[in-house]
């Protein structure tokens, strides 16, 4: 399948393995520029050259973040690089299973909200002036189902992704009139190292909960983001895209 951008380059954080990775993959097939961004080093550098051994352009950058300043650099990487930025997906997260809040495992909501919710937020505070100066663009933000629906074993993700919902709503409200278009996306749960942490058992009770009747795969969430990024969804900002198999219409 085939995007039309307006705009030649994209920033894409947690861009070494899963979604991410098959995002940066799939935007960089379509002709962007993209800056693969992870705090994972080794991972950074086989999806750059994978990339761009296949004919594409991107470069590498290695942060974190839960720290603005490296995230400030993600950015000024795609100037440098590609002499501006018109597109960001700001994907990188964690799970986090820190027991219900009664009980909750304090070190991990800190670490869940550093990472999911307030790397999000670094994303768009240093993302969106460097896409304002590129006269444009558009950002894709990651939530998940949980960001809508409630999830009593895993509070700290829940509040992370139901964050992500409403700074996106925000954003796209303080700029769409200014030329960017952002959005979150919402997938149901999808086979990456992400669930490796679950069982066979626990997993088919994941599939049961889709009535789709399987999980997702990282290429179907990257096709949904980079639709939200092409001109095709000229109109769309500020939406929740849902791409979970049916979770969510129960
Ligand atoms: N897999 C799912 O079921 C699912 C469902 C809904 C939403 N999501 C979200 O999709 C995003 C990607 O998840 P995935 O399933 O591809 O997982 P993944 O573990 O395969 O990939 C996550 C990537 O993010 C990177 N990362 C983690 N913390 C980081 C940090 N502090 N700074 C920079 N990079 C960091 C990791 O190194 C890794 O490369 C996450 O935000 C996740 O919450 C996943």
Not at 3 to 18: C, K, P, R
Not at 140 to 165: C, D, E, R
């Amino acid at each position: 399948m085939k995007y039309s951008f307006s705009g030649v380059s994209a920033l894409v954080t947690g861009a070494a393995s899963g979604i991410g990775e098959a995002t940066a993959r799939l935007l960089a097939a379509n002709g962007l520029s993209v800056v693969v961004s992870d705090r994972d080093a080794a991972a950074v550098r086989r999806v750059v050259d994978d990339i761009v051994a296949a004919g594409g352009k991107a470069a590498a950058n290695v942060a974190d973040v839960s720290r603005p300043g490296e995230v400030e650099a993600a950015v000024d990487c795609a100037v440098k690089h590609f002499g501006a930025l018109h597109f960001a997906v700001n994907n990188a997260g964690v799970g986090g299973d820190s027991g219900p809040a009664g009980e909750m495992a304090l070190d991990v909501w800190q670490r869940v909200i550093d990472i999911n919710l307030n790397g999000v937020a670094y994303g768009l505070r240093y993302e969106i002036p460097a896409i304002l100066a590129a006269g444009g663009g558009a950002i894709v933000n990651m939530s998940s189902i949980l960001g809508l629906v409630g999830a009593g074993h895993a509070p700290a993700y829940n509040a992370s992704k139901h964050g992500v919902t409403g700074l996106t709503r925000s954003a796209a409200l303080a700029y769409s009139a200014k030329g960017i278009r952002v959005n979150s996306i919402h997938p149901g749960y999808v086979d990456t190292p992400l669930l490796g942490r679950y069982d066979a058992a626990t997993r088919a009770g994941l599939v049961s909960q889709h009535p789709i009747g399987r999980l997702g795969s990282a290429g179907e969430i990257a096709h949904a983001i980079a639709f939200l990024l092409s001109d095709g969804a000229s109109f769309i900002t500020g939406s929740a895209l849902v791409a979970d198999g049916g979770y969510t219409a129960q």
